[in-house]
């Protein structure tokens, strides 16, 4: 695996994963006394902007703001605002780099209508933008891949939305403890020749099949956005990705045709301690209605360690991305190589 290592990663993702939870206590310790401007306004709802890995962290937290808040946050990953964003809508403008269009574009809309705009960001247009609006802003180390700051945007995320009263600040102390957990995992998951690590041999069963991956709503749901999409960005494979129960409803009949004709789809299910009892007994019925105990290539459970869902979720990220740069090396792959995305910014930005 070293010599992987030294073959493939150019760019040093693994340091940049393994850094993940010292993104999120640089956040906390850099803002911990940030006050934004008006903390006393009233919102109505909370509109997350953003693309990418610059919209992976607002995911997360709107699961979260789900359980614990008495306001909705809703992300928007495209170019237009929906109709009902007006003067009570928060609006968090994330864009890494600072010039995602698409972000910019919908930003731009909703000041128009007068919706207070926090803008997270490393620079860039946004940057400029916040500053000659009067924007709040919450600044983000640059220099990384967006998709490698997900411990930035999260934090950022969480101590905009606690100064702002709409999350409790209880969020930041499981952010803390969060990262204290993933920091102890990532010390082994770094290990790839310690025999507790699991992801190595995890990330090889993925090599030339279908991962198709399963997490439940309200629960495991963006963890399972961010395993196909660190799987296809890291590992340069491509993936499916459902939720429990919806895949009940419905995909469950193509999947199993798959399984008969090709036989080549991976089952990934990402569960928590606190999905519905009716949940579980739906994975489980799944599994054994569609033959995966005897046949290859079989199924795998993930499951984050925590005493939170804030805590479990943010282990159980590490450990997803951990196994995306263990599956692009173990295919032959640059983790951080990216070419056909710039080159498609890059006639965008001509066009």
């Known amino acids: 695996m070293e010599q992987l290592i030294q073959r493939y990663d150019h760019s040093d993702m693994r340091a940049a994963i393994r850094g993940c939870p010292g993104q999120i206590t640089a956040i906390l310790d ?6 934004p401007r008006s903390p006393d306004q009233d919102f109505e709802q909370v509109l997350f902007i953003g693309m990418g890995g610059s919209a992976i962290g607002g ?30 809508t928060l609006v968090l403008a994330s864009s890494y780099s600072g010039n995602t269009e698409e972000t910019l574009a919908a930003t731009g809309q909703a000041a128009e209508r007068g919706c207070r705009v ?16 009067g924007w709040d802003r919450l600044e983000i180390p640059g220099g990384m891949q967006p998709r490698a700051a997900i411990g930035y945007s999260v934090a950022a995320t969480c101590v905009a939305l606690v100064s ?20 102890t995992d990532g010390s082994l998951w770094a290990d790839h020749e310690h025999q507790d690590n699991p992801n190595p041999a995890i990330a090889k069963r993925l090599l030339g099949v279908l991962p198709v991956i399963y997490g ?8 399972a956005l961010r395993l196909r999409g660190q799987l296809a960005e890291n590992g340069k494979i491509f993936a499916s990705h459902q939720l429990l129960p919806e895949l009940n409803h419905n995909e469950i009949v193509g999947l199993n045709e798959r399984l008969k004709d090709q036989g080549d789809p991976l089952l990934v299910w990402l569960v928590d301690r606190e999905d519905h009892a009716r949940v579980g007994l739906r994975r489980r019925l799944t599994s054994e209605l ?32 951990w196994i995306s740069y263990y ?9 951080s190589e990216i070419e056909i995305l710039i080159r498609l910014k890059q006639e965008m930005s001509q066009n």
């Open 216 to 223: 439940s709503t309200g629960a495991t749901e963006t963890l």
């Open 327 to 335: 599956a692009a090396l173990l295919g032959g792959k640059d983790p």
């Open 290 to 321: 569609l033959g995966i105990g005897g046949r290859q290539p079989g199924e795998i459970v993930l499951e984050g360690r925590g005493e939170t869902l804030v805590q479990r979720n943010l282990t159980l990220l590490h450990q997803v991305d």
């Open 118 to 133: 926090v803008a997270l960001t490393s620079g860039g247009r946004l940057a400029t933008l916040a500053e000659s609006s």
């Open 30 to 35: 850099r803002y911990s006394s940030w006050t």
């Open 164 to 183: 702002l009263k709409l999350l409790p600040g209880s969020v930041l102390d499981d952010l803390a403890a969060g990262a204290e957990l993933m920091s």
């Open 59 to 88: 995911d997360l937290v709107r699961v979260w703001m789900d359980r614990l808040a008495t306001r909705p946050l809703i992300v928007l990953r495209g170019y237009g605002i929906p109709n009902w964003v007006g003067e009570r």
